[in-house]
């Protein structure tokens, strides 16, 4: 029972960064539909990183270079020359893809060592929630630390005010006087960072090895977990355990012999990714005001 | 800093300059990349650009691979005019595929041609079904019409694997995931040209091509459904206030997007195949949005595209197998070449201004 919780916690890891820091790039406006290139670039760059210099803290910082090396293409296009932010989004990961493919070929068959567990002193004894809390790795404390992070940021810090009123209209954001075009860069970077470091997770912990496409559409969940947190942070770990969950139950439900299906089972993470949008955004539809206003709209400067 | 002011009139020009420089861009950064990943630039070059021309079988075979990526990329024009962005279109090809595979390996015996027609309309069926999920969330809902039907390609191919290695897997195929070949009348046959035999692959599937594109031209500039979806696209207040219905234009585009795909699988499949495998679209859904960028969302623009792009998908096969790069490289050249192409809309319509200070 312990270890598939932890299982479940490994697995909601990557869909939580990433969807911590587009839920960020979001509020300020963008619309990044590379989450998935951003994962697969950090994956790829995680890998390189610690098969080279031997230590896995190396592939958390070549994961996130690696994303916020994705996310500054992503913004030249978008914010500078104001292209069109869905498809400059699905290029970025068509992109991706096909570039993690070129690096990734000679690292095809290399395994890297996993990513240590650090216990925290005498809480890691606590019976029962101690080893799965406190016994985790680095980055399961970081992505904790990132989301209570941004919570306050948000709704507390004068900069994340600013960053919530660019996103919700960024023609008086302008006339006021603050920078939208740098804003969303840094918003849109800090979402590279987090993507990228939710997909050096998954060869760092889950599978420690690269295969093309290995992020197999958790960008794309990712982005369906801001929606469904209707962009409210705290809710992106509930929606990312529920995922991880359930990612969870159809690989058990394949290796205990349920009377099901193999790939029946693996459709239920995609099929239920549509089922919580439908119920999130029948919701949201009544209630737009969570929705940032200016989401997706190029910003054309001085008009 | 930099200002964008609006240009009053769009040069005609640019229209076609614009593609031609981004290839050119796209070609210039693509082989930077190469250079840097230590691979032999002119090499390179030569096998993904120039030697899918170097034989006339192999010439064929760029249309044999244009043609799907033509039909989808009509379809997914009609999309992505009218601000639906369908990015499914693999999930509907293979659903397509998979229909009309059902109802022809149903008549085991069927020999008749007219039987394609039959097959056709599965496909169609097929591919519309599919979209018609993400569009009925869509208009009723207000689900987010991208990731839906992005969800659903990854529904679909575990769906086909299962029916391909479950209920209509052949038992004389020796274990191998695959159905039973297709009946005589299910399938596309090859072009013979007489006193040359066939031409590579090229096959009757391609004659669908030349059908579609003049019947898409008509459609999206002489009639009057082609002009609300333009208007819908590029001016939705004014769509609004015409009183044009936004939700039976999204249905509509959302059907035709999601048939033509099908339509691109069922011919797929029989002129290249001849029975199902739990692969069948390697990725034609993808690059076919590509395709309609390049193709600057209009049905002759796509036709060029289509043969654009499969010469550089061709040429990443030669590629892979003379130098052994990965195929998946083409994606590298194609995400370089969306960044310009949409650039180049923006400088379509703005002019750049550069002023000292802040």
Known sequence: ?303 | MITFIPRVKVSKNWVIIAPILSIVFTIFFGLLIFTFLGYNPLETLYQIFVSPFSRIDRISDILVKACPLIIIGTGLMLCFKSNVWNIGAEGQFIMGALLAGFIALSFPNIETKFFLLITILAGFVGGALWAFIPAILKTKLNVNEILVSLMLVYVAMLFIDFIVRGPLRDPMSFGFPLSKPYPEGAIINKIPFPGIGFLGQLHYGILFVFLLVPISWIFVNKTLGGFKINVLGSAPQAAKFAGFKQNSITLTVLLLSGGLAGVAGVIEVSANIGQLQPEVSFGYGFTAIIVAFLGRLSPVGILFAGIIIATVKLGADNAQMTMGIPKVVTGLFEGILLFFLLTGETLQKYKIKWSEGK
């Open chain 1, 1 to 303: 029972m312990e270890a598939l919780i932890l299982t479940i916690i490994a697995t909601s890891i990557p869909l939580l960064l990433a969807a911590t820091g587009e839920l960020i790039a979001e509020k300020s406006g963008i619309l990044n539909l590379g989450v998935e290139g951003m994962m697969l670039s950090g994956a790829v760059g995680a890998l390189g990183a610690v098969l080279w210099l031997e230590n896995p803290y190396y592939g958390i910082v070549a994961g996130a270079l690696s994303g916020v090396l994705m996310a500054s293409i992503f913004s030249v296009f978008t914010i500078n020359f104001m292209t069109n932010q869905v498809a400059t989004g699905l290029g970025l990961t068509i992109f991706a893809t096909g570039l993690t493919g070129l690096a990734g070929a000679p690292l095809v068959g290399k395994t890297i060592p996993s990513l240590p567990k650090i216990e925290i002193f005498l809480l890691s004894d606590v019976p029962l929630i101690g080893s799965i809390l406190f016994k985790q790795d680095f980055v399961a404390y970081l992505s904790i630390a990132i989301i209570i992070f941004i919570s306050f940021f948000l709704k507390y810090s004068k900069s994340g005010i600013i960053l919530r009123a660019v996103g919700d209209d960024h023609q008086s954001a302008h006339s006021v006087g603050y920078p939208v075009k740098k804003i969303r860069w840094y918003a849109t970077c800090f979402g590279g960072m987090c993507a990228g470091i939710g997909g050096a997770y998954i060869p760092l912990v889950l599978t420690p090895h690269w295969s093309e496409g290995m992020t197999a559409g958790r960008g794309w969940i990712a982005l369906a977990l801001v929606v469904f947190a209707s962009w409210i942070p705290w809710r992106i770990i509930v929606g990312a355990l529920i995922f991880g969950g359930i990612t969870i139950a159809q690989l058990v439900g394949q290796a205990r012999g349920w009377p099901i299906p193999s790939q029946l089972l693996s459709m239920m993470p995609y099929i239920a990714t549509i089922i919580a949008l439908t119920m999130i955004s029948g919701r949201l539809s009544k209630n737009n005001s969570v929705v940032p206003s200016s989401l997706g709209k190029p910003f054309f400067g001085n008009q």
